[in-house]
């Protein structure tokens, strides 16, 4: 299967979710890369093991975006491709956007929000540019807008539905009550919503579908009801590759299904995570105040009125800190039984696809 991305070609319809803090950096993403699929970074927070991230946050984030693109270039050994994943709610969204493309990225990935103008920052650059959306109705803001604004449309689209890790794109009630659309109406209803627009533009915007693909029999299906392609993140945590501590494999390996919780994120939006010790203690009552803060999401209320950071909770997380670290998967990570490579994940999910297509 070779995919053309407006002029771009990926050998496999797999994209890498990226995964922040520090989870999907060059390593998951150059490897993912190297198997013909999308390897993705993750941006948010990635100087963070820099020496003067703490001092100056901006510039060891830009920095260590440059070196992890570099890099996964390298590994990748020119096959795929390499996006990153820039977050609508980050601080610095435009100067993160233009750095990641000015490092030689194949793709943005942007979602947490709507990216209303991300065309404007990819425009005159040969980076492809896609937004993550959770319903038809942000398929249609994004194409109207994309369209009567800037004359353009997604080069890709990516679906993160409901059984998604880490924030979610629904209302807590709808979560809460098993009421959120499932992935294949989305992506019947995405799919037709985006119509116009391609015979407009007289090109396709292919679309992804994410949230809770775990087989290739997922991906199989995903593909018969028209999906180009899907993204699949919390199977790639339990890769040797992976950029995260062993403890937090270790975490998703034994995650069991009672463990894996809705929570309410300090920036607003409910989000699943493994219930470990830190969230055990903020469910009774405790709190654990930023000592300082780096600016890193513009939602976030800040100071004393979160009962914890998001972001040095899911800076502990990757380094392994079981006890203080927020651990985001999505629904299927109880399903995840050991620690496998990039290749042979790839190889099982790619050989079960084609077994379910024929």
Do not use: W
Not at 10 to 26: D, F, R
Not at 116 to 138: F, G, Q
Not at 265 to 285: C, H, Y
Not at 317 to 331: D, H, I, P, S, Y
């Amino acid at each position: 299967m070779n995919l053309n991305l407006n002029g771009k070609l990926l050998k496999h319809g797999i994209i890498q979710g990226g995964m922040g803090v520090g989870v999907s950096l060059s390593e998951l993403a150059g490897n993912v890369a190297k198997e013909g699929c999308m390897g993705v970074i993750s941006s948010v927070n990635i100087g963070y093991k820099e020496s003067d991230f703490l001092k100056n946050p901006f510039e060891a984030n830009m920095r260590a975006l440059k070196y992890h693109i570099q890099r996964a270039k390298e590994i990748s050994q020119g096959n795929g491709l390499i996006a990153v994943n820039i977050m609508v709610a980050v601080s610095h969204y435009a100067e993160t956007v233009k750095c990641a493309i000015e490092s030689g990225a194949d793709a943005i990935i942007s979602g947490a929000g709507l990216p209303l103008n991300l065309p404007e920052y990819v425009k005159d650059t040969k980076a492809l540019y896609a937004p993550i959306v959770s319903s038809k109705k942000a398929a249609e803001l994004l194409c109207k807008r994309f369209s009567k604004k800037y004359n353009s449309i997604p080069d890709f689209m990516v679906i993160e539905g409901s059984k998604a890790g880490g924030h979610l794109g629904f209302s807590n009630k709808e979560l809460e009550d098993h009421t959120c659309q499932d992935n294949l109406t989305i992506l019947s209803e995405v799919l037709e919503t985006i119509k116009p627009y391609e015979e407009k533009f007289k090109r396709k915007i292919n679309v992804f579908l994410g949230g809770g693909i775990f087989t290739g029999q997922d991906m199989a299906t995903a593909l018969k009801n028209g999906a180009s392609g899907v993204q699949i993140g919390t199977r790639f945590i339990a890769t040797k590759e992976c950029d995260a501590s062993e403890t937090f494999k270790d975490v998703i390996v034994n995650a069991k299904e009672s463990d894996i919780r809705i929570i309410k994120s300090p920036v607003g939006m409910p989000a699943r995570a493994v219930f470990t010790p830190l969230l055990q203690n903020l469910e009774k009552g405790k709190t654990f105040f930023a000592k300082r803060c780096n600016n890193c999401l513009k939602a976030c209320p800040k100071g004393d009125k979160i009962p914890y950071c998001i972001s040095r909770a899911l800076i502990e997380a990757v380094k392994g800190n079981r006890e203080e670290g927020l651990f985001f998967c999505g629904e299927n990570a109880s399903r995840v039984s050991k620690i496998v490579t990039v290749k042979d994940l790839i190889n099982e999910i790619l050989v079960d696809c084609n077994n379910n297509l024929n």
